[in-house]
């Protein structure tokens, strides 16, 4: 059985591959779209490579479910030829209107004429971008953020000749690549997230000129307090739960006055003169304390990655904001994991396949303790669902639990390895499935450490084990008669120390 691909579209193209469009070549591939690329710059290779690699590894820190097969990357030598088969054209070149007007007529000339353009613009209205082109009513805002491979908010906004079904297969594809498609109502330059930053922008320039603080001070003093809130309550709730029990009626009454009062600078602009940049620039270089961008940038998604995973594991397990959306992406990538390989059930089953990543290395340089655990359940959860048992199994109410484990550590794994997973079923019955685990690292796949379960069928609102249904009974009996066939693995039947009283008998 062929899975269904995650995204309803195969082919892209991104014409500009900088900061922004290498975010979203990254975005695009892993989640198996094929990618044209056209960027004149002279290193435009090397740079995306670059934006690629950060993307790899932050992903393999944010997620452990398998991606779907990458998509194919190939860099062409005109706009004409990267659009010619394409269903998304993300333009993501500097922001002058006059380049932006010439590329998006170029790409509107070649591309076919139900593909979607998506342009990265921060703050140009699309309906000045679309006001030349034939087919203005596909064009639109696809706004995203920096690092575009993690943050999933995209701002979709159409320009008055955008068609409001252009807007809504934008938004199912960004929706189903994991990201977050948020409609503005309406066009304005900016459109809501830059509109915001840049008022806190320019108050913070108002701030440094004025020697109230440094950008030291500043930055502390945002990712001290309401940095923090902001990721994961926005404004408007975080000021609802500030109004106490009263709530946002009250914070409104209470605060709201205080808006006219001259406490800050809003409409003045300062004036970036050579004082004020060689200021900021020098606190700034003080700051970075010897850090190179690429250095910040891999503290940033390594921390981003964090916030994302905390959120996951937020609102009592039910994931919140971005980590929900994570949530709900890695449940749809799932099935795909489980019904994309063939496998061989005469053999132990190869059921993970993932890299050790620098969040699992500890402070010897291995792979540590935890992260054994966590590949053994994510072996036993891929079982789980070649049987049958997904989520949907687990919402309608029932699942397996894991009531004994015994872990033995044969060998070290290193930053980087690949890793894979192998699982033996020993024996099962109506209830109880016995698992044999061994974890494999490395090209040559060395042995560095096995797993032996005992998983549990439940009824999880009566709280006991109960029989497993006759639909979860029939994929595992033909497993379980084949392991049967198969040797006892070396290890399995040990309890802790046991090996010891062995050697010491000899
Ligand atoms: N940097 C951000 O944080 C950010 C965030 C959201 C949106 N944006 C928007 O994304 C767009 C790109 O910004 P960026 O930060 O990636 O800039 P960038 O300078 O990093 O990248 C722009 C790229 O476009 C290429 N380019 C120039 N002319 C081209 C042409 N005619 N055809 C194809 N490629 C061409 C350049 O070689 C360069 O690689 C801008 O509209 C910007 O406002 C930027």
Redesign the pocket.
Same mark, same amino acid.
Not at 92 to 95: K, N, Q, T
């Given at each position: 059985m062929t899975a269904a691909p995650l995204a309803p579209i195969s082919r892209a193209a991104c !014409?500009?591959?900088?900061?922004?469009?290498g975010g979203w070549i990254a975005r695009f591939l892993f989640a198996g779209i094929d990618v044209k690329v056209?960027?004149?710059?002279p290193e435009?290779q090397r740079i995306v490579g670059e934006v690629l690699a950060n993307a790899e590894r932050a992903y393999g820190l944010l997620t452990n479910v398998p991606l779907p097969p990458r998509g194919r990357l190939t860099f062409c030598d005109s !706009?004409e030829e990267a659009v010619a088969d394409v269903q998304w054209v993300q333009e993501?070149?500097?922001?002058r209107l006059d380049?932006k007007r010439c590329?998006l007529a170029e790409i509107d000339a070649a591309a076919p004429a139900d593909a979607l353009i998506g342009s990265?613009?921060?703050g140009l209205k699309p309906s000045d971008l679309q006001a030349e082109l034939t087919h203005p009513e596909r064009l639109f805002v696809a706004?995203?953020?920096?690092p575009v491979y993690l943050l999933p908010l995209v701002e979709i906004v159409g320009g008055t000749a955008t068609s409001a079904a252009t807007i809504e297969r934008a938004k199912t594809v960004l929706d189903a690549i994991g990201m977050k498609g948020v409609v503005i109502a309406r066009e304005i330059e900016a459109f809501v997230g830059d509109r915001l930053l840049e008022a806190l922008w320019r108050e913070a320039l108002w701030l440094i000129k004025d020697d109230i603080c440094d950008v030291e001070t500043l930055d502390d003093v945002i990712r001290y307090s309401f940095g923090l809130r902001w990721a994961q309550m926005g404004l408007f709730q975080t000021y609802r739960i500030a109004g106490g029990e009263a709530g946002m009626r009250h914070f409104l009454a209470q605060f709201g006055p205080c808006l006219k009062w001259p406490w800050t600078r809003l409409t003045d602009v300062v004036d970036l003169d050579d004082a004020l940049v060689e200021k900021i620039g020098a606190q700034s270089d003080a700051q970075a304390n010897g850090l190179s961008i690429r250095e910040l940038e891999r503290i940033r998604d390594e921390n981003l990655v964090g916030i994302v995973q905390a959120l996951k594991a937020g609102n009592g397990g039910a994931g919140w904001g971005a980590g929900a959306l994570l949530a709900d992406f890695e449940r749809r990538l799932q099935p795909m994991a489980g019904a994309a390989p063939a496998l061989d059930i005469e053999a132990p089953l190869a059921l993970v396949e993932t890299r050790v990543s620098p969040a699992w290395i500890d402070y010897n340089g291995h792979m540590t303790e935890h992260r054994y655990l966590q590949l053994f359940g994510d072996t036993t959860d891929a079982l789980l669902r070649l049987i049958g048992v997904d989520m949907a199994y687990v919402e309608a109410g029932h699942s397996y639990f894991t009531v004994e484990t015994h872990i033995r550590h044969l060998d070290e794994a290193r930053l980087g390895e690949t890793l894979r997973t192998t699982c033996q079923i020993l024996a099962s019955d109506e209830k109880r499935i016995h698992v044999f685990h061994r974890l494999f690292a490395g090209p040559e796949g060395h042995e560095v450490a096995s797993a032996e379960q005992m998983l549990l069928h439940v009824d999880m609102a009566a709280g006991r084990t109960t029989p497993a249904p006759e639909t979860v009974l029939a994929r595992l009996r033909p497993i379980t008669a084949a392991h049967a066939r198969l040797p006892m693995p070396e290890g399995a039947g040990r309890s802790v120390g046991q090996k010891k009283q062995a050697a010491a008998a000899e």
């Open positions: !014409i500009g591959g900088g900061v922004i469009g056209f960027d004149p710059h435009a !706009i993501s070149v500097p922001e380049l590329v990265s613009t921060s706004h995203p953020y920096n």
